[in-house]
């Protein structure tokens, strides 16, 4: 009898942050992984580089999701590499900060063109592509919860994904598929640190009950229980990452 053949997983937004380190630990399971970027070429490359050396197997991908043909271009490479996905990892995403009074309508109109619209398409290939038994995995936030000023826009899209999420669950557990959504709180990657002094960042560590921030393998980790065989009865469920800050 021929063996099953090894899962493969697409993750968004993995050249870098909480997404390469979530590339990492799935190849360390032996999981293939297509790693996808919009821009981080280099990046990308470092990754599959750093994976296939340890003997995983990983392909980079570039793709922007808030176009409209990503998706589908993401899945067809999937199939054409390893033959099928059974992982989506919804990670990439893009934040701008500001007071109600200050955010412009490109910075709002971005944000949800990728973290809503473009997991909207992701999850759409997924219902309609992913083999059975397969997992899926969408990236919310800790400020779903927080309500923080000055995330308003940021926080609207992340409670989109937690919507989504809950009801593609239900639509995709007859043929055995898991939705869930991982909700870090602040984490030590170049989208949360840049642009924050020294002053914000001890303040914002200061707020968690350990006193730092969340490191990506921490998130990784357990990204890596949800896309596994044994979260079988974790279905339709927000878990919020972040050390007990909220």
């Given at each position: 009898?021929?063996?099953?053949?090894?899962?493969?997983?697409?993750?968004?937004?993995?050249?870098?942050?909480?997404?390469?380190?979530?590339?990492?630990?799935?190849?360390?399971?032996?999981?293939?992984?297509?790693?996808?970027?919009?821009?981080?070429?280099?990046?990308?490359?470092?990754?599959?580089?750093?994976?296939?050396?340890?003997?995983?197997?990983?392909?980079?991908?570039?793709?922007?999701?808030?176009?409209?043909?990503?998706?589908?271009?993401?899945?067809?490479?999937?199939?054409?590499?390893?033959?099928?996905?059974?992982?989506?990892?919804?990670?990439?995403?893009?934040?701008?900060?500001?007071?109600?009074a200050e955010l412009s309508d490109a910075d709002v109109a971005r944000q949800f063109e990728v973290n809503v619209t473009g997991v909207f398409r992701t999850l759409r290939e997924a219902a309609r592509r992913l083999r059975d038994g397969g997992r899926i995995v969408n990236f919310s936030s800790s400020v779903v919860g927080l309500y923080q000023p000055r995330y308003?826009?940021?926080?609207?899209?992340?409670?989109?994904?937690?919507?989504?999420?809950?009801?593609?669950?239900?639509?995709?557990?007859?043929?055995?598929?898991?939705?869930?959504?991982?909700?870090?709180?602040?984490?030590?990657?170049?989208?949360?640190?840049?642009?924050?002094?020294?002053?914000?960042?001890?303040?914002?560590?200061?707020?968690?009950?350990?006193?730092?921030?969340?490191?990506?393998?921490?998130?990784?980790?357990?990204?890596?229980?949800?896309?596994?065989?044994?979260?079988?009865?974790?279905?339709?469920?927000?878990?919020?990452?972040?050390?007990?800050?909220?």
């Amino acid at each position: 009898m021929p063996d099953k053949p090894s899962p493969v997983a697409i993750v968004t937004g993995s050249s870098r942050g909480i997404g390469a380190a979530i590339a990492e630990r799935l190849t360390a399971d032996g999981i293939a992984v297509i790693i996808n970027y919009a821009q981080g070429r280099e990046a990308a490359a470092q990754v599959v580089q750093r994976i296939t050396a340890a003997g995983g197997r990983a392909l980079a991908v570039q793709a922007d999701i808030a176009d409209p043909g990503s998706a589908a271009a993401l899945f067809d490479a999937a199939e054409q590499a390893y033959g099928g996905v059974d992982i989506l990892v919804n990670n990439a995403g893009t934040m701008a900060l500001g007071l109600f009074a200050e955010l412009s309508d490109a910075d709002v109109a971005r944000q949800f063109e990728v973290n809503v619209t473009g997991v909207f398409r992701t999850l759409r290939e997924a219902a309609r592509r992913l083999r059975d038994g397969g997992r899926i995995v969408n990236f919310s936030s800790s400020v779903v919860g927080l309500y923080q000023p000055r995330y308003g826009a940021y926080a609207a899209t992340k409670a989109a994904v937690e919507a989504m999420t809950h009801v593609l669950a239900k639509e995709l557990a007859q043929r055995g598929i898991t939705v869930n959504a991982v909700a870090p709180g602040p984490t030590e990657t170049d989208m949360f640190l840049n642009g924050k002094t020294d002053d914000q960042l001890r303040a914002m560590a200061a707020m968690n009950p350990f006193g730092r921030f969340g490191r990506p393998p921490e998130i990784a980790d357990v990204v890596a229980f949800l896309a596994s065989r044994e979260a079988s009865w974790v279905n339709g469920q927000t878990l919020r990452v972040n050390g007990g800050v909220v």
